[in-house]
């Protein structure tokens, strides 16, 4: 009856063939009414505009991600954002990248290197660290400057790549709230990686949520 009435609840983990033991996972020694006030609302997920469909990057594409948009949109609460709109830099706008100048990493050009939107990135990050506070997890574009999770490319001040890691806005979100579930679109591809963030992103709802006030 237990695992029963959680997959009624939680139709997401049906589509995903979630077990018993699975469930207890998430919810290790809670009492049914604990989950109820737990789980009475959908868990909230930040998602890369782009991946929405939104026409935002830099060339004035998007990049629907069905999954995100048909599925997941269904179970959880979606909440756009795209840094470098934010930042107020435009579609279609310059690209840049990352250059990391001994200690320093800097957002420049790509073609022009005096654009620096450094100091503008970092703004939208204090602007949207409050949404953040009430995130449950995180699902940002691969290779973005901005919101790449492990893959983007960091180049050297000759222009050479020199290394690869995550963008200045996923970088300040690991800082700030080191737990909280982070994955890129490339991840959410195959079952394995859907499933695992799954049960990441509830397991830090239930956290979140027990440790606030009653």
Same mark, same amino acid.
């Given at each position: 009856?237990?695992?029963?009435?959680?997959?009624?609840?939680?139709?997401?983990?049906?589509?995903?063939?979630?077990?018993?033991?699975?469930?207890?996972?998430?919810?290790?020694?809670?009492?049914?009414?604990?989950?109820?006030?737990?789980?009475?609302?959908?868990?909230?997920?930040?998602?890369?505009?782009?991946?929405?469909?939104?026409?935002?990057?830099?060339?004035?594409?998007?990049?629907?991600?069905?999954?995100?948009?048909?599925?997941?949109?269904?179970?959880?609460? %979606? #909440? +756009? =954002?795209?840094? $470098?709109?934010?930042?107020?830099?435009? /579609?279609? !706008?310059?690209?840049?990248?990352?250059?990391?100048?001994?200690?320093?990493?800097?957002?420049?050009?790509?073609?022009?290197?005096?654009?620096?939107?450094?100091?503008?990135?970092?703004?939208?990050?204090?602007?949207?660290?409050?949404?953040?506070?009430?995130?449950?997890?995180?699902?940002?574009?691969?290779?973005?400057?901005?919101?790449?999770?492990?893959?983007?490319?960091?180049?050297?001040?000759?222009?050479?790549?020199?290394?690869?890691?995550?963008?200045?806005?996923?970088?300040?979100?690991?800082?700030?709230?080191? %737990? #909280? +579930? =982070?994955?890129? $679109?490339?991840?959410?591809?195959?079952? /394995?990686? !859907?499933?695992?963030?799954?049960?990441?992103?509830?397991?830090?709802?239930?956290?979140?949520?027990?440790?606030?006030?009653?």
């Amino acid at each position: 009856m237990r695992n029963e009435r959680k997959t009624k609840r939680f139709p997401v983990f049906q589509l995903h063939h979630l077990d018993f033991a699975e469930y207890e996972l998430l919810f290790p020694l809670m009492s049914d009414e604990k989950e109820d006030q737990i789980c009475l609302e959908k868990p909230v997920i930040g998602v890369s505009r782009c991946l929405l469909g939104d026409r935002v990057r830099y060339d004035g594409s998007g990049e629907r991600t069905p999954w995100i948009v048909e599925i997941l949109s269904t179970h959880c609460d %979606l #909440l +756009p =954002l795209c840094p $470098e709109v934010e930042a107020g830099l435009g /579609v279609p !706008r310059p690209p840049v990248r990352l250059v990391r100048n001994d200690d320093t990493l800097a957002v420049v050009g790509r073609e022009d290197s005096s654009l620096d939107v450094t100091e503008a990135l970092s703004r939208v990050w204090k602007d949207r660290r409050n949404d953040v506070v009430g995130m449950d997890g995180l699902i940002l574009k691969s290779r973005s400057p901005s919101c790449g999770v492990a893959d983007t490319p960091v180049f050297s001040e000759t222009g050479t790549e020199s290394t690869r890691g995550p963008g200045v806005f996923t970088r300040q979100c690991v800082e700030a709230f080191p %737990l #909280l +579930p =982070l994955i890129d $679109e490339l991840s959410l591809e195959n079952e /394995v990686g !859907r499933v695992s963030f799954l049960i990441q992103v509830f397991r830090y709802r239930c956290r979140r949520l027990q440790a606030l006030p009653h």
